[in-house]
């Protein structure tokens, strides 16, 4: 544009001769016309490029922000994910160490009981020595009655087979000899009138041996013991087991006709008179069938 004024400035400045022609200066005009328009149009192009850029601009900071984002997002997402398998393999191995220490406490646990109880069964052994020893040495004393006081505590203790049975044999002969002398203490005491003392020792001879073939004896004894003694309430229960059940049949009679007069001497006339009922059926042969009928006879007329 400098150069166009500075020609316009140059032709006002010339001669007539030096004039350009009328055509020239049109189109000077009209090249500074167009240069003018070509300059908006570059100025136009320019402010339309330049918005462009703007908006790229614009569109690739989104863009940028967008990609922060999610280069943060993923970042943390795989942050959480790798922290998340880190812990879940790390509890793995803490359940792993924890359950193998507790399997090695369990361990130790069962090998400390198994160690408890093989002292147990040691220190068992040793008292049941010592106690075995003992009691051998009240064997060979021949006190029964410390035979029998020991073999309770001796039977709970480890023992072999063989001195268990060597104890055992012990205490039933100490029992049975213990019974033996005890019954035969109650008979004297009995035919001596000593009735007290009778039926503790018949009672002690019936407890150490229940199952003797003096049982049935001694029971009868023993309710005998009860009359003299005014207790005949005490004699009626052993009578009736023993006409029940006993074995002993020498003495069944007896004891039937005596289990009788026990009932009638307190008053149970009914049961005594059906006592003697079952006497008479039972026993027909009995030497006492004539005391029963009369005694059978004397209720029924006065009762």
Known sequence: MAFFAQAAFASGCRTPESTMHEYDLEEIKREIVEGRSLTIKTNNLVNALSADLKSIGKRQQGYERRMFLHSITTYVVAVVVILGLTKVALDAQVDAVRAESKAA???LVEVENELSLLRQREEARGRASRESAQLYQVMESGDRRKILQALPAVAALELSPTERSVFEAAGRKARR???IQSYQSGIEHARAGRYHEATQSLRESIDLELDSPRSGQATHELARAYRALDQQR???????????????????????????ECQADVELYNDAKATLRTFLRRFEDSPLKNDARQMLSELNMKH
């Open 234 to 260: 005490a004699a009626i229960p052993l009578l009736m087991a023993l006409t029940e059940a006993s074995t002993s049949v020498d003495v069944l009679d007896e004891a039937t006709l005596l289990l009788a």
């Open 177 to 179: 000899e213990l019974s």
């Open 105 to 107: 406490a369990e361990r």
